[in-house]
């Protein structure tokens, strides 16, 4: 992590994509056709787009936010990383369930819920992975409220904040897990399966983009952070 000074508070900032959580993840993804240096820093720190394009540029060390940056531009390859066996949320480390068709009913209800909306609002299926991974812990984590009423509105969006803090690295692959499980019983499987992250660059491009030229390195950024490389 970078420390990043803006108006004299201090920043993290992440150095590579194992230090992104997947909140900061959906933020770069929502900004993405039209990503610009303050919509990166809007989407790490959570600061209002439009406070920091009037704040004075000397309150923003653009050299430590460009080197830090500059490491998000090379991302792994999505399709390879590993579904982890856990996640750890909060203070709990919660089961990764992997044998989908034994869980309960109401995880299953909230993907295909959670799915069907972002079809409709002409979002990407990543803006309902937190509440789709926080549906499949949703037992684990809360047992006991579990077994008396079941899945709550107010618990799984508690639940979804947590995991939205976990790194994007982590939950990515178990929300991709669980799209393309349901995928097929919810929308058609093209519909979904065609924005799933695929890898990016061939491992010799990859290689050649980092010794591209440092002001590439807002384009690398879209193109590590679209699924597919699409805008």
């Known amino acids: 992590m970078k420390t990043l000074t803006i108006n004299g508070t201090p920043y993290s900032f992440p150095e ?6 997947y909140q900061q993840y959906l933020r770069l993804v929502k900004r993405a056709g039209r990503l610009d240096t303050i919509g990166v820093i809007a989407a790490i720190t959570g600061i209002d787009y439009d406070e920091l394009f009037e704040l004075e540029v000397e309150v ?92 709550t509105e107010e618990n799984l969006q508690e639940l979804e904040a ?17 799209v393309r499980r349901w995928a097929t019983s919810l929308l058609t499987k093209k519909s979904i399966v065609r924005s799933l992250p695929t890898p990016i660059k061939s491992q010799q491009e990859s290689t050649d983009s980092k010794n591209s ?16 490389g699409n805008k």
Do not use: C
């Open 16 to 21: 590579e994509w194992t230090e992104v959580t």
């Open 60 to 151: 923003i060390d653009s050299e430590i936010l460009i080197d830090a940056v500059s490491g998000l531009a090379h991302p792994p390859d999505w399709e390879s990383l590993p579904i982890p066996e856990t996640l750890k949320v909060g203070a709990k480390t919660i089961r990764v369930p992997k044998s989908i068709r034994r869980e309960p009913l109401g995880p299953k209800i909230v993907t295909q819920e959670a799915l069907a909306h972002a079809e409709s609002v002409g979002e990407p299926y990543h803006m309902a992975g937190a509440k789709i991974v926080a549906a499949y812990l949703y037992k684990d984590y809360y047992p006991e409220h579990n077994k008396e009423h079941g899945i």
């Open 162 to 178: 947590l995991v939205q803090q976990l790194p994007v690295v982590e939950v990515l692959p178990v929300v991709n897990f669980y």
């Open 213 to 228: 030229a440092p002001s590439s390195w807002l384009t690398r950024l879209r193109m590590a952070i679209l699924p597919n």
